[in-house]
């Protein structure tokens, strides 16, 4: 073994990792503290615990109360259980695979009914007292919840996105975390982390889990970036509160979140250069108070679901809820690009114009140089998932205008500014408290 | 060895890694598959194969049909096989090394004349049936195609990008694919995907090949980002067709590829937040019919080539092309920086005018916030690449004023909007079919 | 050992690299030249030198002169020592851990006074001749300068960041280089590397050193991406100096740096997409002759320092600096936002309005739809590092509108074009030598 802070799970004299890798793990968390403790010049560096690829069950839970510990894993295994819980069951045995794969941790808790959210996470954070605990790593390999469950609504029970399972719950103060090359799948939350700072969560793929990235409590000085997620249609892609200097860049937001990027409270922090694609409005939602935040060269696609396991399912947000709203004080809105793809038949409320910026409460925000691109389609599905998602992103031609309000500013909203998005109709807020230069109309 | 699902090529049984390890990883797949088949409750994990650093060969394909695979090395092992081959001869036994380094596989496949592009690939992935085969990495090695081949041209071999090699060719459709840290070199086509899903191409070097990374078939939900990129004259360092969704930012895209990025039916995807750099126009093309894209945030820089070698090479097209060409609907083109710095003497035709964004084709083009500068030059020209190049960026005096149309609305295109991206003089397009609103003019 | 190229610090027979890794390292570098120098068919892959997590103390600098060495650790184990050094001394033994972790190498030299600054470098790369040193990678550990050292001022030692220690000096012209997933902390210069190619700066963690990532001599093509960085107060986060083509993009660069970027004869490059946060003026500077870049779309905010131990230190300059100073032709700066958060009474000079964006020298820049917000606040402070930055960075109720100039260009400056960057009366710009358009007034 390469150095005796070097783990493998399966090298390890403790238990049997792929009936139960958390007693493993646990095993191994308390042999690096025990060695930790006689070192005479005070340092603890910590250790790296290695997840050959393979199938784990986790039956207990993974409880970390130190720092400098990276646990890796050598690929992230995501498949898609969705589709193939969607296949009829008769199918199965033509399938090449039933189960993701890579390094894969099996979540077999069982919280039970009145539990507190944490006592379904598979990898559990917490550490009182001082300096915060830092530098933890999670590495390239796959936190898999393996089912849903039944909701109580008529949805497959495999659709429901809910089974109290969580992949990493963090509980107390962090500084200088890493999420890297990790998979999510099938969990009820994928990563909740409270009161983080200077956190990187960056290339990872967290889908089909209800929500993806939490970020609780407060915060700051973080950055999810360059990541691919997609969450269920319950939960939140990413959401963060009480955050400050947030950097949320160069993701691919796939659907089918509740919201893509849902911020509460979150200041002076960017949603920049991603990609969005959601089937509901309400994509990227500042609420209250979120302030001096900036939203730029986004590009937004809302179009409508096209798989049949998934028809008729949404937020319940109306049409003029806003592809993006916002409410609080002095943000930036620049540059972005929206195309609202939706069949005019299905607006709701019936005969409503759609809102694509929505500003609903806050002073001082600045909306610049966006482009709204409205078509009214009539939408095709399928059975195939793949097929019906990627014919639905290319339909761009044979579609007809659609009617939209670019920006709507409340009315208890005042003193923002709206420039070059929209034209004098297409922007609906009150010029005497509001500044309003519409984009120049065709041929004017 | 740490698990059984963790491999190494220089310790397996069948085969020498050094002289084949085509034929050592198809071994190992093989394995990997028949330990498969026999577990009990469904689970495929996949596994790891490990190439220390060190030169292999590959004188058999690599056939991958199996989920899960990370193929991972240690060391992307760059340097540049151009530089050294425009060496003179006589001064090879000076240099420190010949050839790159790292993980390196060299390709020693020698396609048949007729062949399918496929054949000459060092790996090649297909499986049809369900599920699209998942979830296979790429990390961290090097892929060296060793050398050009004469063209039929006067060029040296060694400059034509042609050999009739692939790095990587994915044949059929594929879901959560990743190539991380990888490095390609002297290859006729680094990266090859069909039919990608949630593909990731992230933090690669990818240079000297013909063209850098193709995705072709179609696809969705991908992202290419954070690389550094530059193809050979014939080919593309970035192309795409028929994809939706596909997030491309990040990326430093050196010379001399014929395009830097060039989209054909792609639509809903963003360009953004690159560094672009080209000596010849048409750097980053939208062909018919992409729409709905956002070209945001770019920098983009067309100078002239500077390095004796590749002078008097091009890719054809003449500089009224535009730099950034746009064929479809709907696209945002916002907030760009262009430099167009080249010698006025050798504007082809003679006596043009450039252009350097050219709406082609299309309605509906949102042209906003973009600053195009453009100065004449007298080009110098060296015999070091590094020199030669890093002079003609650093060279920003003593250059004069170029005039050049900023914004080129084709007749056939319409409804487009321009802002903000060049004067009265410099945007020409027909005022009663676009909405143009022109930079305000120096003390108007 | 997986194959005759990869080698661990803790098996290597020379030296012991607890108590020197520099010696381990040079002889496992002195053994790849000598089994390298024996191929024959000119292959030199050079190897990887693995780091489990521990604490390695250097006491000889590494010397590093062939390419394809990758040295790699198993984490960045980055952990406050600043905060720790201003707890109580009798609070220590309280404390979980007093250092650093992960693969930690604890910089033990000495330099002398009058030394060259290289002298004090745990990492030195230098070779003359062709080719240039080429892929060179260090990823995933930590560079620990351990203490910093009285400067003759009052501040406490620990506080000054000065100690005549580097982590990474690169002394010779260097391609495809890769610095990914490395800490550094407490060194006086954490990474300087000069005459760059193609160089690769990502996804570290460069905190707590006097300058972090310095780009000298000159270079190309580079880029520096999504980095947690934050330098002294002394220093600058990011510098570079005659660099062409350098993408700065998707960093989150929290205080102290006296510059958060700073930009001297850089050309045509980008500083895009950036989170920055700082506690002084001139956070980003393109000084002299930095022409042809793109600024945009980042985040800026700027306020006051609220941890007791810096209190009343700053860089020197004044609040009419501008936040971000530009010196240089052509230059654009596009959607980008400002928040200026600071208390008026504390303006220098007294009584002058503070400057977000000034132009103090060059010609033809272009500045459009950046939004500028200024709040006048009542800084309050803490002994609680994480709990100050916080509370501070989520207040923005409350608050005073601040009075500023949201653009200045000095009278040396001609023909710039500023455009919806701040109303009529924030724009101090002459308008016979400049094109203005003032953002909208409120209701007019």
């Given at each position: 073994m390469p150095g005796p802070n070097h783990y493998d799970v399966t090298a390890w004299p403790v238990g049997d990792p792929v009936r139960d890798i958390g007693q493993v793990i646990n095993s191994i968390i308390a042999d690096v503290k025990r060695r930790q403790a006689v070192t005479a010049d005070g340092g603890k560096p910590g250790a790296v615990i290695y997840i050959p690829p393979g199938d784990y069950h986790l039956r207990t839970q993974v409880v970390i109360d130190i720092s400098f510990l990276r646990i890796e894993g050598a690929g992230h295994g995501f498949t898609s259980s969705s589709i193939r819980f969607n296949v009829p069951e008769d199918e199965w045995p033509d399938l090449h695979e039933l189960w993701p794969g890579g390094s894969r941790v099996l979540v077999d808790l069982a919280p039970g009914a009145g539990d507190d959210a944490s006592k379904g996470a598979a990898f559990y954070v917490e550490r009182d007292g001082s300096p915060r605990i830092s530098s933890l790593e999670f590495a390239n390999f796959l936190i898999d919840g393996l089912h849903f469950e039944p909701d109580g609504s008529d949805l497959q029970p495999e659709n429901t996105y809910v089974n109290g399972k969580t992949g990493i719950h963090v509980a107390s103060a962090n500084d200088s975390f890493r999420v890297n090359g990790m998979g999510f799948v099938y969990l009820e939350h994928a990563l909740e982390m409270h009161n983080a700072d200077a956190l990187s969560i960056h290339d990872n793929f967290v889908a089909e889990c209800g929500s993806c990235i939490e970020l609780r409590g407060w915060g700051q000085a973080s950055k999810i970036t360059d990541n691919l997620i997609g969450a269920g249609f319950k939960g939140h892609s990413i959401y963060a509160e009480n955050h400050g200097g947030l950097l949320i860049t160069a993701n691919n937001i796939f659907p089918r979140g509740a919201s893509s990027v849902r911020l509460s409270g979150v200041t002076r922090s960017s949603v920049s250069n991603n990609r969005l694609h959601s089937f509901y409005p309400g994509m990227v939602v500042l609420e209250p108070t979120s302030s001096e935040n900036l939203v730029s060269a986004n590009h937004f696609l809302r179009d409508h679901e096209p798989w049949t396991p998934f028809l008729g399912i949404d937020n319940g947000r109306d049409d003029t809820y806003g592809l993006l709203r916002v409410s609080g004080n002095n943000n930036s809105v620049i540059g972005n690009h929206f195309s609202e793809i939706i069949d005019a038949q299905g607006i709701r409320p019936a005969g409503s114009t759609p809102v694509?910026?929505?500003?609903?409460a806050g002073t001082g925000n600045y909306v610049s140089s966006n482009n709204v691109v409205a078509l009214d389609v009539h939408a095709a599905t399928s059975d195939s998932c793949f097929a019906a998602q990627v014919d639905a992103l290319l339909a761009t031609e044979a579609s007809d205008g659609l009617t939209v309000t670019t920006v709507m500013v409340d009315p208890g909203s005042a003193r923002n500014t709206i420039l070059d998005s929209g034209t004098e109709a297409q922007v609906v807020a009150d010029r005497r408290s509001n500044a309003v230069r519409a984009t120049p109309e065709i041929g004017s």
């Amino acid at each position: 073994m390469p150095g005796p802070n070097h783990y493998d799970v399966t090298a390890w004299p403790v238990g049997d990792p792929v009936r139960d890798i958390g007693q493993v793990i646990n095993s191994i968390i308390a042999d690096v503290k025990r060695r930790q403790a006689v070192t005479a010049d005070g340092g603890k560096p910590g250790a790296v615990i290695y997840i050959p690829p393979g199938d784990y069950h986790l039956r207990t839970q993974v409880v970390i109360d130190i720092s400098f510990l990276r646990i890796e894993g050598a690929g992230h295994g995501f498949t898609s259980s969705s589709i193939r819980f969607n296949v009829p069951e008769d199918e199965w045995p033509d399938l090449h695979e039933l189960w993701p794969g890579g390094s894969r941790v099996l979540v077999d808790l069982a919280p039970g009914a009145g539990d507190d959210a944490s006592k379904g996470a598979a990898f559990y954070v917490e550490r009182d007292g001082s300096p915060r605990i830092s530098s933890l790593e999670f590495a390239n390999f796959l936190i898999d919840g393996l089912h849903f469950e039944p909701d109580g609504s008529d949805l497959q029970p495999e659709n429901t996105y809910v089974n109290g399972k969580t992949g990493i719950h963090v509980a107390s103060a962090n500084d200088s975390f890493r999420v890297n090359g990790m998979g999510f799948v099938y969990l009820e939350h994928a990563l909740e982390m409270h009161n983080a700072d200077a956190l990187s969560i960056h290339d990872n793929f967290v889908a089909e889990c209800g929500s993806c990235i939490e970020l609780r409590g407060w915060g700051q000085a973080s950055k999810i970036t360059d990541n691919l997620i997609g969450a269920g249609f319950k939960g939140h892609s990413i959401y963060a509160e009480n955050h400050g200097g947030l950097l949320i860049t160069a993701n691919n937001i796939f659907p089918r979140g509740a919201s893509s990027v849902r911020l509460s409270g979150v200041t002076r922090s960017s949603v920049s250069n991603n990609r969005l694609h959601s089937f509901y409005p309400g994509m990227v939602v500042l609420e209250p108070t979120s302030s001096e935040n900036l939203v730029s060269a986004n590009h937004f696609l809302r179009d409508h679901e096209p798989w049949t396991p998934f028809l008729g399912i949404d937020n319940g947000r109306d049409d003029t809820y806003g592809l993006l709203r916002v409410s609080g004080n002095n943000n930036s809105v620049i540059g972005n690009h929206f195309s609202e793809i939706i069949d005019a038949q299905g607006i709701r409320p019936a005969g409503s114009t759609p809102v694509v910026i929505r500003v609903a409460a806050g002073t001082g925000n600045y909306v610049s140089s966006n482009n709204v691109v409205a078509l009214d389609v009539h939408a095709a599905t399928s059975d195939s998932c793949f097929a019906a998602q990627v014919d639905a992103l290319l339909a761009t031609e044979a579609s007809d205008g659609l009617t939209v309000t670019t920006v709507m500013v409340d009315p208890g909203s005042a003193r923002n500014t709206i420039l070059d998005s929209g034209t004098e109709a297409q922007v609906v807020a009150d010029r005497r408290s509001n500044a309003v230069r519409a984009t120049p109309e065709i041929g004017s």
